[in-house]
Every structure is written in structure tokens, then in C-alpha cells.
């Protein structure tokens, strides 16, 4: 009897063996739909300042332990095409504006399950996302309405300022400790902010983790701090010009092989000794041009520590090409490729360098106060590596906020009373909708009552409690009661300076 094999039919023919062709509603769209709540289920415990930690391990076995959303998702490496989706969209809100990962990832899940209940109803789906397009136009036209007066001009450079509009991204992932790290963020940044806020960069913050100490140790430095020791003997300079090489600080082995033929001692002796004053003539010019700090990218030799000794040079040695690059844009410093004499425009200066011994590990700590607002360093202390990492991004999320306000400083409450607000209205807009889009959009806005429930659930109140009494203190036209979550009742939000950002929603 011949082996009986079907015959591929229809697109299956048409694609290579194996492939999977899945199509309607069952299949595709509440398959899709499922992946992605799945994955706000996991972000969704971890929103707001009552959030749970989790525990990631990701493929190279290094333990993350965190409530920051997008690190979570980006840790996960998740394969499903549609929740790759959502992660994307988490990491751009991220990288964007420092806040609201976690509100990107489960809001759009929520989203999706209500699509699926419309769905089973028998909507058909670009029907909902017509509606949902018509409800999304409404809900930024309520935002604009809810922003705080008075809050679009702002001073950048004002402490104050500052902190209260960072304190909600910074309370969301370290709760309790945004008033040591929030002035501490604030002033980092606006020590590096350029004349034109809107080019705040990033990159200028710098973050350095230190076992040991607790967060009240944490301090700020005008500068950069280097995780490591300086190379020679002398360990500090004042008021110093500084010199930087690329290549390292060495003789350097010629391109071609050569050899040389010596016939007695004499010569050996004098071989030996031109090495020795070729490269003692390097070090003295770069000596002679005024420079008292080298800093090498590659290794730094014996023969060269000797004389750099002799000179009183203190020689650094950085090996991170981006260190490297953010030193000499501390410094002001141009890195030249080859050890050869440096003209005074390639020279930097620092106010002092000095090696320090933090927590049992020596750090070179370099200053540079009057320098101008390049860089400034965030020396974070904590008793564990998971702790450090989580008050990094902590800072990142605060700085990243920073650059946010810069651009846009308009502030609305925070703590729900904006996401209710948007439901309440949200609701009312759809009754004055005819078509079927009506379902999409009432749907639409309680999605956003997740957000209350999500925050009241993770500090282990009733949801259902506050969502109703919230609903009430709206409909009687207090449009900025939020949920205060240490006490679990309703409050103003105004007074308890609550506020996230116009620009993160």
C-alpha cells in the first residue's frame, strides 16, 4: 500500500513545509489579543509607588530585581510578534520620557482585553479601532484641559521646580526615598544643562555604583568618578592641565621588523640607554608643555611610569573607549593618538583629581568645578548590587524626566485623578455617539479605571471602594481628587503635590 501524505491545500501550498498559516478571528486576533495580556498581566502588579518587585533571570543568568517595567519587559526577551509590540512601545516611552513604561504596557493590555469582549459581542475589529481612534482625539483634548495653570513656563534651573515634577517618576520605583534622590537627580541635571535646555543631553549624567554605605551616603560630584586606581605613586593634583592618549603610554614596537647587529658590550649598553632617553625625551616634552595629569586609553609602561614618576606626572589609565570620551569632555581635553607633544590647545584642565578610597573601593575622583556644565556624576551607595541597580534607574528614569520637562513642563494631577477624569468624560462622549463605534469608546474609558484598581490593589485596598468614591468626587466637579495610597483614601491631589507630567501621558 502506498504511504497515504495529504496534499497541502490553499495558502499552505504555496508556503514552505512547516509553516503555519493562521487566519480569522479564533486564531489570529484572540491569539494575538491573549499574548499581550499576558504580558500586562506580569508589568501590570508592578505600576505605581506600591508595586511588587520581580525577579528576573535573564538568559545569562544575571539577576535583575526590580519594579522598572521596561527593564522587566526588555529582560524577558519575549518572541510573540504582537507582544513584541507592546514591549517596543514600553521601551520607546522609556528612552522618551524616563516614565510611564509601565502605564504604556498595561493600559495598551487592558485595551486589548476590553477589544476582545467587543469582539465576542460580535464588533467587528476596524470598527472598534475606529472607535478607539475617535476616543483617543477626545482624551488628548481633556488633557489639555486638565493641565495646571500656570504650570507651562518653568524655570529648568530651579531646584524646586524640578523635584516636584520629578518626584512621581522617581516614587514609582524607589517609594519613600524620592526626597533623598529627587534633589539629588534635580541637581545633577541642572549643573549640566546647557544654555538651551531643550539640548539637555542625557549621556552628561553619569551614575557610579558603590557597595557599601546606605542611600543617605549618596552624594554628587562635578565631574567624573572613575572606578579605579591611579597607575603611579602619586595619587592627587590640584588645578592641573591634562593630556590624554588614545594609544597608550609606551614605546611603541616599530611597524617593520628590524635587526640589529652588536658586536661588543658598549654597544648593548648604548642600545639599552638611546631606548631610555628616547623615551625619557617623550615624557619631559609633554612634561615641558605643562601638563601635570596623563591619561592613557591603552597600557601604560614600566619604562614611561618612571619617568612620568620622575616628572611628577600622575598618570591615569582609562580603558573604556566611551569613559574616554566623556573624560575629555569633562576636561575639555582633544585625545591625541601618538605620545608626542601636546600643543596648549589639546591640553584640558581640571580643578583637582584625586584618588579616594570609598567603601573599601578606590575610585579617582575628578573634579571640575568652574569648567562649565559638562558632567556631572551621581555616586550612588547601597548594600547590594540589585539595590544599586534599581536606584540607577531610579536616576536614569529622573533624568529622563528632566529632559522631558525641558521640552514640555505642563503638568496635570497625578495619582489617577487624570485617569478618571478622562473616564468620566470618556463615558459621556459615547453616549452622544450613534454608531457602533459608541462600544469601543464607553469601552475605552474603563480602561482607564484599571489604573486606580491597579493602584489600589497593589497597596491592598478594595478597588471597587475607591474607584466608586473616586467616580463620585469627579462627578461633583472635584476633577483633581487622586487616591492617596499611604492613608487609602481619596484626596486632592493639588495638596499633596502629586503631579505627573502632560507630556508622559
Known amino acids: 500500500m502506498v504511504g497515504f501524505s495529504m496534499q497541502p491545500y490553499g495558502i ?37 509607588p506600591n508595586g511588587m518587585n520581580k525577579m528576573v533571570i535573564n538568559h545569562l543568568d544575571k539577576l535583575f530585581v526590580t519594579n522598572d517595567a521596561a527593564t522587566i519587559v526588555n529582560e524577558l526577551e519575549v518572541q510573540h510578534p504582537a507582544a513584541k509590540i507592546l514591549v517596543l512601545a514600553g521601551k520607546a516611552q522609556q528612552e522618551e520620557i524616563g516614565d510611564g513604561a509601565n502605564l504604556t504596557v498595561s493600559f495598551a493590555g487592558e485595551l486589548l482585553q476590553n477589544a476582545e469582549e467587543l469582539i465576542r459581542m460580535g464588533l467587528h475589529p476596524s470598527e472598534i479601532i475606529i472607535g478607539y481612534t475617535k476616543a483617543i482625539k477626545k482624551t488628548i483634548e481633556i488633557l489639555e484641559e486638565l493641565v495646571e495653570n500656570g504650570s507651562e513656563n518653568m524655570n529648568v534651573r530651579d531646584k524646586d521646580e524640578v523635584t516636584l515634577r520629578m518626584r512621581a517618576a522617581v516614587a514609582s520605583k524607589q517609594f519613600g526615598q524620592e526626597d533623598t534622590l529627587c534633589p539629588l537627580i534635580a541637581e545633577a541635571c541642572i549643573q549640566t544643562c546647557p544654555k538651551n535646555p531643550a539640548n539637555f543631553n542625557v549621556d552628561n549624567v553619569r551614575v557610579a555604583k558603590l557597595l557599601g554605605g546606605g542611600l543617605h551616603d549618596s552624594a554628587i560630584v562635578r565631574g567624573i568618578v572613575l572606578k579605579n586606581d591611579a597607575v603611579g605613586t602619586i595619587k592627587r593634583m590640584e588645578k592641573a592641565k591634562v593630556v590624554v592618549f588614545v594609544g597608550g603610554v609606551d ?62 606626572l600622575m598618570v591615569l589609565k582609562i580603558s573604556s573607549k566611551f569613559e574616554l570620551r566623556r573624560f575629555c569632555r569633562t576636561t575639555g581635553a582633544v ?109 475605552f474609558a474603563e480602561s482607564f ?40 483614601v481619596c484626596k486632592d491631589v493639588s495638596t499633596l503635590n502629586i503631579w505627573d507630567l502632560h507630556i508622559t501621558k
Open 335 to 443: 585625545a591625541l593618538l601618538k605620545l608626542s607633544q601636546p600643543s596648549p590647545d589639546d591640553l584640558g584642565y581640571v580643578d583637582s583629581v584625586s584618588v579616594e578610597e570609598i567603601g573599601g573601593a578606590r575610585v579617582t575622583i575628578v573634579r571640575n568645578e568652574q569648567g562649565g556644565n559638562s558632567v556631572s556624576t551621581v555616586v550612588l551607595r547601597g548594600s547590594t548590587d540589585s539595590i544599586l541597580d534599581d536606584l540607577e534607574r531610579a536616576v536614569d528614569d529622573g533624568v529622563n524626566t528632566y529632559k522631558a520637562m525641558c521640552r514640555d513642563s505642563r503638568i496635570i494631577p497625578g495619582a489617577a485623578a487624570t485617569e478618571i477624569e478622562l473616564a468620566k468624560r470618556l463615558k459621556e462622549f459615547s453616549f452622544k455617539e450613534t454608531g457602533l463605534d459608541q462600544y469601543a469608546i464607553s469601552k
Open 449 to 488: 479605571e484599571m489604573i486606580p484598581k491597579t493602584l489600589a490593589e497593589n497597596a491592598g485596598l478594595s478597588a471597587i471602594e475607591i474607584i466608586a468614591s473616586l467616580y463620585a468626587e469627579h462627578a461633583s466637579g472635584n476633577t483633581k481628587v487622586g487616591l492617596d495610597l499611604e492613608e487609602g
Open 12 to 48: 499552505q501550498s504555496m508556503l514552505k513545509e512547516g509553516h503555519r498559516h493562521l487566519s480569522g478571528l479564533d486564531e489570529a486576533v484572540l491569539k494575538n489579543i491573549d499574548a499581550c495580556k499576558q504580558l500586562s498581566t506580569i508589568t501590570r502588579t508592578s505600576l505605581g
Open 251 to 312: 614605546t611603541t614596537a616599530t611597524e617593520t621588523k628590524g635587526t640589529v647587529l652588536i658586536h661588543n658590550a658598549e654597544q648593548l649598553e648604548n642600545y639599552a640607554k638611546t631606548e631610555e632617553a628616547k623615551v625619557e625625551e617623550l615624557i619631559k616634552a609633554v612634561a615641558d608643555s605643562g601638563a601635570k595629569v596623563i591619561v592613557s586609553g591603552g597600557t601604560v609602561g614600566e619604562m614611561a611610569l618612571h619617568f612620568c614618576e620622575r616628572y611628577k
